[in-house]
């Protein structure tokens, strides 16, 4: 039996971490040895730390819930062979966070991250793994400016991205180059973590503002459909998007409304249909345990999709798409959903991680 590499999660006692803890028993690579929290969690058991909020629909699990969490910011405590850390931890400053996640990678250990700390800097792959592999190349060149030998960094990009940008990038791939997009998110409530919005703001409501969230749907896809020159990124700024993030009162499952508009070559309705239903990359190539077997699912229902119907398509890491039609402003219009501390947190950092293992980078 091949031995798995054990790993950590910073956060593991927030809503990220917990889908982290769910999502990684008997996972066929990785071993949870280590959980991580606040100084407030430090010293309790696992069950203990989270007793009041755990929010899965399964039980605590067996192989966590008797492991005593750390401080994130206790390195003295660190289990000797630990191989990676996930990282979902929320501080008060964003710097607090950056400063964690370089102390880990400095001391070795390659971290897994899904915030927002590291996502602009320069040689810090964002991933979404069907979308762009490659840019985990730039990764010993992060190593080597910085000077860590085993450690590095790598993270995900905001918790809807995926939603929108796989099945616009699955059209980019296929040649129709995308000029102008329009995405207006409807964002669930486990997005604001635990506790998250207070119910009075939220039930009978839709409140019209995500702070940071509009400038990260509109820049972080210039990142990640950009470029590695000289050891950094060079963003790709060719879609210009305009966009509108709500939260709205759904528990899981961000929805994205996406106007689209090509620069030149328009594809026919079905041929968009028929890129997306046909649409793999390098994780279904490579089999990833994480990966979607159909990455992006498009629905014929004129009323799909939606979130408590949808979310959970594929183990919650698909993208399902419905209501591709014509747009009388831009060239279409459609409307995507994925599940946000699945895909778009826990399971998108796993299937990261597992990308990383298979290109050779945690071993
Ligand atoms: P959360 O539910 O508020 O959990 C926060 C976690 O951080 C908890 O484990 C908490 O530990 C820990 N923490 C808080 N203050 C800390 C400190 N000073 N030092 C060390 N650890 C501390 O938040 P979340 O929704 O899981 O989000 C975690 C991160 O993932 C954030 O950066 C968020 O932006 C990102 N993210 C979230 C989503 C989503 O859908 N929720 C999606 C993508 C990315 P205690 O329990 O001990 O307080």
């Known amino acids: 039996m091949v ?7 910073l956060g593991a006692t927030g809503m990220v971490g917990q889908q982290y803890i769910k999502l990684l028993v008997n996972h066929p ?18 069950a203990e730390a989270v007793k009041d909020k755990w929010q899965m629909d399964i039980p605590i699990p067996d192989n966590v819930k008797d492991l005593t969490v750390r401080d994130v910011q206790d390195y003295a405590k660190l289990p000797k062979d630990l191989g990676f850390v996930f990282s979902a931890v929320e501080m008060p400053k964003k710097d607090d966070i950056k400063a964690v996640e370089d102390e880990y990678a400095r001391i070795g250990i390659p971290v897994v991250s899904n915030n927002s700390a590291h996502r602009w800097t320069k040689d810090v792959p964002c991933l979404i793994a069907e979308v762009n592999a490659h ?28 939603s929108f940008l796989t099945p616009i990038f699955a059209l980019e791939r296929a040649g129709y180059k995308v000029d102008k997009l329009i995405i207006t998110t409807l964002q669930a409530t486990s997005g604001a973590g635990y506790p998250g919005v207070p119910s009075l703001d939220l039930v009978d409501n839709i409140v019209p503002l995500i702070g940071g969230e509009e400038e990260k749907t509109e820049k972080e896809p210039h990142k990640i459909l950009g470029k590695i020159v000289g050891g950094e990124f060079v963003n790709d700024e060719s879609i210009k998007i305009s966009s509108t993030c709500t939260r709205v009162a759904v528990v899981d499952g961000h929805t994205a409304v996406v106007n689209v508009k090509f620069k030149d070559n328009v594809p026919g309705q079905e041929e968009i249909v028929k890129i997306w239903r046909g649409f793999k990359a390098l994780p279904q190539e490579l089999g990833l345990p994480m990966a979607p077997k159909r990455p992006i699912i498009y629905l014929d229902q004129e009323n799909r999709p939606q979130p408590r119907k949808d979310r959970n398509n594929d183990k919650g890491m698909a993208v399902t798409v419905g209501r591709l039609r014509k747009d009388p402003v831009f060239d279409y219009k459609f409307v995507a959903l994925s599940h946000n501390t699945i895909r778009g947190a826990a399971g998108g950092g796993i299937l990261n991680a597992e990308l990383l293992k298979a290109k050779g980078f945690l071993k």
């Open 3 to 9: 031995e798995k590499i054990k790993c950590g999660v």
């Open 29 to 46: 690579w990785f071993e949870v040895v280590d959980v991580a929290a606040s100084p407030q969690s430090a010293g309790k058991t696992y």
């Open 135 to 162: 840019h985990v190349d730039i990764i010993p060149a992060q190593q080597k400016a910085r000077g860590w030998s085993k450690g590095f960094i790598v993270v995900k990009p905001n918790c809807s991205a995926q």
